[in-house]
């Protein structure tokens, strides 16, 4: 996008003016060229939209942006490329935890509930 702006700059256009000649060029290959980058022009800044609403909002306005402003490219791409964050160690340790967790809980509930029994006469 940068190299895009700056080459219209040095020859005197702005970036419509340059998609401009792209589109009516009578060239088919450039032509094409010009469609693809108008597309990438309205991609960045959908994405640099997204960007900024998540920066500026709080975790329901981040997933309110992602459902309006949703990039399908990204998300197959992060589909495809998601690694499971899951080993045998972090799942020892969640367990370890989880387990530990839950025996404090049981404890504090059985000292509290402890004082509290009835004495049958």
């Known amino acids: 996008m940068r190299n895009f ?34 597309e990438n022009i309205l991609r960045f800044d959908n994405l640099q939209d997204q960007k900024i609403a998540l920066e500026r909002g709080g975790t329901l306005d981040g997933m309110i942006t992602l459902a309006l402003h949703y990039d399908q490219q990204l998300f197959d791409q992060t589909r495809e490329n998601y690694k499971w964050a899951w080993t045998e160690e972090g799942l020892l340790f969640g367990a370890l935890v989880f387990a530990m967790s839950l025996l404090g809980m049981i404890l504090a509930a059985s000292m509290l509930l402890g004082g509290r029994r009835e004495v049958e006469a």
């Open 5 to 38: 702006d700056e080459d219209a700059s040095r020859s005197n256009m702005d970036r419509s003016e340059a998609l401009s000649l792209f589109k009516n060029n009578p060239e088919p290959f450039v032509r094409a060229q010009g469609d693809r980058m108008e």
